[in-house]
């Protein structure tokens, strides 16, 4: 399929942008979406190859007033066990794009920011999962932070970085995940 007709296909699939930090979705808060989601991308690490080294707990989200400096972290800090290479992870659901049909992966210029900062010390991904559910989602895109040099991208962007099918185990070389 040509990318210009998978650009419209996107475009034409997930017209309503739906802000997972406003939206629930199957009853479920914005929290525990994003944990589920990145189970789901652990799942895609093959315990042979990869190590969890850290998962951001988000515990101050629950306890206000109280900010754990580690919840400051990326979602995941994993290592490529071969090599022993380590990269960071953030991991983001998106039910649909905005209406003018981006995506939009993170909320804020701070924690685009604070991402960068992260990524002067280890490589770093953004795994974005768009559409369908947190769990299964339809389309998934693996994104050197590098190119992430904005909040939001259109279709000729990160249709460059999508993982088909989106399930499929990840893969380390030559320090790009994909």
Sequence with gaps: MGTLRTIKKIVSSTTKYVDDLDKTIHGKDYLE??????RHVISLFNEQYF???HWTSDISRKHEGIQAESDKAPDLRMRYNPTREEFYVECKFRSGLTTEGKLKWVSSEYSLNK?????????FFVVVGLGGDYQKPKQMFCIP???AKWQEFYPSIFIKYERRPPNKPFFWRNGVLS
């Excluded at 991402?115 to 490589?123: D, I, Q, S």
């Design 51 to 53: 190590t969890l080294v």
């Design 115 to 123: 991402y960068r900062r992260f990524a002067e010390t280890l490589p």
């Design 145 to 147: 932070l590098k190119d």
């Design 33 to 38: 979406q994003g944990h589920d989601f990145e």
